[in-house]
């Protein structure tokens, strides 16, 4: 197959969405009773699960004990069935330990670590299908998990990608994009104060077109907040009617 | 926001099967570009046009295999549906997908692209176990009923297919929507249209025969595209252009490389590929991969000149071993559309026993023998037609291909000129009603009149300025005026001011409209021998546009205030003017002027003999300035290393009866140069404002230095006589050619001159944010920058200069950074397509010259006719024979000293020359035969007698054959002594020219070539907008002779005077 075309001359992308369109988000907070907050998300095809546990004593090793703030212990992975060809080493490669990295230097900047000085925070994403965003999706799994574990939060993290094909930035990338050559930037946002938790890209991109690339981004991240939100508020009239508050 | 579904799909990669999913978003407003469009779509660009009987619909398979039909602009709202384009896309690769995008962009085609698949409601998943075409159909079904309700039934909507089942399954589904197979629907809808019918038929045809090949292999396989990808990553095989050598088709084809990258040191030169077999079914120009041979199979190109198509025999000479490969996969087909000659009836039968398919012969001699399978064989024999290539399998040992369109018989010289337009990819259809729309109206009832509004913007020079134009005799496109005068002393001395008034032809033509894009496609005017074909609609480039005298014009116009005395530039002002030509002169009326000879300017004749002496001591005063400026600035660049090159013109002087009495050069006037000088000046400068304005996408022309080893052959030939090239810089080119005279022959230092311009490339335009800053020079010129500003009416890049510049000069004023017009790289493409189309238009004129000096020789009888035998200049040697110039009809050729037989030519005592057994010994600076009677030498620069014949070709052109005659001249060489112009003319300019020389020593240089024979620069001849007497009048007058239907030729008696000379 000679290259897909990414963006077609009438705007249309692959999926049938226009360049700066989002795909269908779709979320749930509390989907485990045994943990401290879960929630699942969905964005397009790629599904993923949050769990936090905590806060709670530090395990492990005490020496990584924080005395004036929360540690924050994050756990990306795949399900072994989240791709097309059988994945065999669902968590533990380099890639996945890096987007853990990724993860816990996302949630630092957003959580009110200071709350729980010497405590320990546990997230763990997994991504249960992957149809590329994997990392804003698991950063909007768990910015919700963290809300449903109902730790305090500077703002929502939303986190989105946005690539750049014929001089116009596309949003919100799916895997056929993100694997069809070119840039692929994801940015995670708290939207109030539009401050940048996390920014990566690790392709070239002439700095002139950056400005619009990042501003796409962040008009999408701004989107996915709004979905979030209301997620939220659903969730807590729903939490509220049950306990007939 | 949207609403969302999912589909499923399977595919599979690397040959794996894979599972994928993905989602497919639907939504209900999908634009449906229709100008009946009720719901109020949101249709951007390009709308289908209301005013057709009907939209038609055409499905996946008809858009895959006919869409060449569906390109005939006659045929109306065409509604492309995605799942056809997707089909386009996936089974017949890029460069027929992208031809179907621009189809589609094409503001000159009435055709849209519906995006079907994400409709709401005109999609409809594929079904499990569906065959994919069945899928496809049903989905432009679905798609042309939706369109149908979507424009509330309004047009009725056919659907065009060329599965016969789906007309019965749907065909009565629903009204309004029609389905018919593609002949039917030809045949109801467009029965004038028999051109696209035809092209239908021999499409059907082609696509039928090819299901029935035979299974002998013919050639090895391509290797899929993954293992070469692989491969040339690794070094494995090399990536290149295929170039098929002209005069030895068969045989020898080069490789050229794309990238210098190449890991392999050794391969700097070209990779040779011997053969059809090696050669593996790539056509010239097609993109390969080629694997190298083991060093022992190298071979070497052969040297030997070859007479027309014959095959060689025998031991070959051959040069030094180069590398040598074989063709391993194709990366990219290169086809274009190609002109062939069917054969007569005698060969049609013995080839087509079995069915109409029939070999014809391209025109084109690189390319192969096309199959191609009609019925119409025997109306067709030895006429040429168009034809594409369709495919070329491994069994099959020619391509196959279909008919598209009957040019006419071969011969004749509609034909002839057609072939060469197709052959270099020129179209130029006459201009539509659409575009002549645009047009601003001029006749006699309702003359164009200034607009209020933009006299007010402009600069108005009407009453302060003389501007007058200098240009050939009988111009009607006057692109450029020229005015000076003095100013009012500044603090450094008395002041000048030199003007250059451009025609202002972007006013008319706006960017985007239909004729900008006919221009930009046509990119250049081209100049045929018999013929002119515009750029622009005659309403803007003779009258609108046109600086004729007397009338008010829009211009653009560079002023610089120069100091009078050492004409260094104080101040350089560029703008839209208001301009009236007082004056329109001719060089001849100009150099008379300037002599001080009686003449008289058909302006003042009217006026009273007072008046009259006044305005002319004006005049002359103004072209004396004129003169005098443009000498300084010849001599600044003289200093800087200008050349001065020589290309081969015919020119033929008339007598009253219109027959040719001699063939003598232009007598080059000194008012050329000095026109070109300004123009060259204004260019400069020009190039100086946009670039400064706009660093990374300003548009410039450049000329890069040449590769010293194409110097070689100068060098060689220069020292046979004694002399030394110094080729190391222009500055030292220019000086060593101006030193190697040769006081007996004159032609020696022209043909030496003809030479270095050979060694040079092209002048080229770039993009200044594609190119490195110090690759900007402009090599010929000796300027740094350069750019093409003067001559907007008949060339694309000088509208594109002129756009900068009007932009460059509002930023000026403060409107903040002016939006750029265009990013680097698509002025990058766009100065590539300006730099193709002249290369195309060059070539095309080239041949149409060498069309019709076959056509002045081809009734004239080689034996008795004292016209076909000449005097030559041989000025290189070859294996078999030598290269000689003829100077009386500029004529350059290949004389051969030894024929097929293998007996060589030998000279008798009195010079005659007579064919011998013997053998042939070849050095550098002669070649000599060897016979039972003697040794016979021919040197470089020996002047001999030739016989012109014409060698016909039922295929091919037809082409001129030399014999050799005479060693000795034909007689006094009497062409060469009018090359020096005679002394008496230049008298007085030379006077003038003291005072001058002795304020610039540099000019003096300068001068001494001024009186030089007949080299006339580059830029000179680029500026010259036509000459008389001149070629056009020759072949016009050939043609009257030589031709009874000249009806369809349609060139009007106005265009007579116009042929232009190829812009450098």
Redesign the interface.
Known sequence: ???L?LL???G?R????KAT????VQARMGVFAQADGSAYIEQ??TKALAVVYGPHEVRGSRSRTLNDRAVINCQYSMATFST??RKRRPHGDRKSTEMSLHLKQTFEAAVLTNLYPRSQIDIYVKILQS?GGNYSAGVNAATLAVIDAGIPLRDYVCACTAGFVD?TPLTDL?H?EESGGGTSLAMALLPRGGHIALLQMDARLHQDHLETLMEAAMTACKSISKVLDQVVRQHLQEVSALTGE | MIKTEKVLHLKSSRGRKVRVVREHYLRERVPCYSSLCQAECANEGKVLSGDVTHYVVPDAGVARDFMEVLEFREIQGVVFTQTACQAVQHTRGRRQYNRLRSLLKDPRHDCVLFANEFQEYSFCPREKGEPQDKWQTRCVYQAAVWYHDHLAGLKPIVMITEDQAAVVEYGSLNRGVYILSTQEYLRTFWPGLQAAQELYCSIAQALQERGSEGTEREYTEHLPAEVLEAGIKSGRYVQGTLNVNKHRSQHEAFVRFESSSNKSTELNSDVLVCGGKNRNRAVHGDMVAVELLPKGEWRGRTMALTEGQGEEKGEETQSQVMPTGRVVGILQRNWRDYVVTFPPREETQSQSRNSQRILVTPWDQRIPKIRISTQQADILQDHRVIVRLDSWESTSLYPNGHSVRVLGRAGELETEVQTILIENGVHVAPFSEAQLREMPVSSSERPWTLDPEQVVTRRDLRDTHLVFSIDPLGCEDVDDTLSIRKLPPGPRGPRLELGVHIADVTHFVKEGSLTDLEARTRATTYYLADRRYDMLPAVLSADLCSLLGGVDRYAMSVMWDLDAQTLAVNKVWYGRTLIRSSYQLHYELAQALLDGDEADVPELVKLPPGKRDVQLAQLIEALETLTHVARHLRAQRDSGGALELEGVEVRAQLDQDKNITALVPRQPLEVHETVAECMIYANHWVARKIQESFPQQALLRHHPPPRQEFFTQLQDSARARGFTIDTRSNKALAESLDRAVDPQDPLVNRLLRVMATQAMSNALYFSTGACPVDQYYHYGLALDRYTHFTSPIRRYADMIVHRMLTAAIAMEKGAGPAKASASSKELEELAQHINNKNRAAQHAQKLSTELFQCLYFRDKDPQSDERCVANAVIYSTRANGMLVFIPQYGLKGAVYLKNREGEVVSVMQDGRCEWKAGSLLRSLDHISTTTASGTSTFNLFQHITVQISVQPSRCHSDTLHLEVVSSKPHRTPEPQGQTTPPQGTRGRSRLVQEVVRQAEEASQQAEEKRGRASRISREEREFRQSKVPNLYCLLEEVRELALLDITGCGVGLGSAAQPCSASA
């Open positions: 197959m000679a290259g075309e077609s001359d009438q249309y692959l999926d049938g969405r369109e989002l795909r269908k397009g095809n097309s060809e149809d001089e799916c056929a």
